[in-house]
């Protein structure tokens, strides 16, 4: 039997559109995109998390030579969230990047470990992430997704090991 997923997103214009707290987040990832470090692939991504007491705990990837001892910005960022705010709930994440090779319109999302890594923070505290994406041009377009189920259908989960 086949069947199909819908995935459900919301589209702006550009971040003008965003109400005041989703504005400032996605231009605290904007910010955090010049952290990063990255000398080998010139692509800098920026992440920012919104926490419910309205703090902004904010992370930039940083790779390393050893490619796989990179870490990816989101995953920074919720690092931080743990040592920061560890019982806080997170009501937003927004994604942002700067491409040192040359600019474009595209926008991007987390790869498959930041997901899950997401995931996991969503199931712990029992309620949505929602995940804003664009990048770092004025007139970006910015994609709002309500969970992180939307980009993870089929998540594993601590129900997955009983």
Same mark, same amino acid.
């Given at each position: ?5 819908? $995935? ?17 987040? $996605? #231009? ?55 040592? $920061? ?14 491409? #040192? ?62």
């Amino acid at each position: 039997m086949q069947k199909e997923l819908l $995935l459900q997103y919301q589209e702006y214009n550009n971040k003008e559109e965003l109400n005041d707290p989703k504005k400032a987040l $996605l #231009d605290q990832a904007i910010f955090a995109t010049k952290l990063a470090y990255a000398p080998y692939s010139k692509f800098r991504v920026g992440a920012a998390v919104l926490m419910e007491d309205g703090r902004m705990i904010s992370g930039a990837n940083i790779e390393n030579a050893s490619f796989p001892a990179g870490i990816c910005a989101e995953r920074a960022a919720l690092s931080s969230v743990s040592s $920061l705010a560890p019982n806080v709930k997170i009501l937003s994440i927004a994604v942002s990047y700067i491409n #040192d090779n040359g600019q474009n319109e595209s926008i991007i999302s987390p790869c498959g470990i930041c997901r899950q890594v997401i995931s996991e923070y969503q199931q712990r505290q029992g309620s949505p992430i929602s995940i804003l994406l664009s990048n770092s041009l004025p007139s970006s377009k910015v994609i709002e997704i309500p969970s992180i189920e939307a980009l993870l259908p089929f998540m594993f989960t601590k129900a997955s090991l009983d």
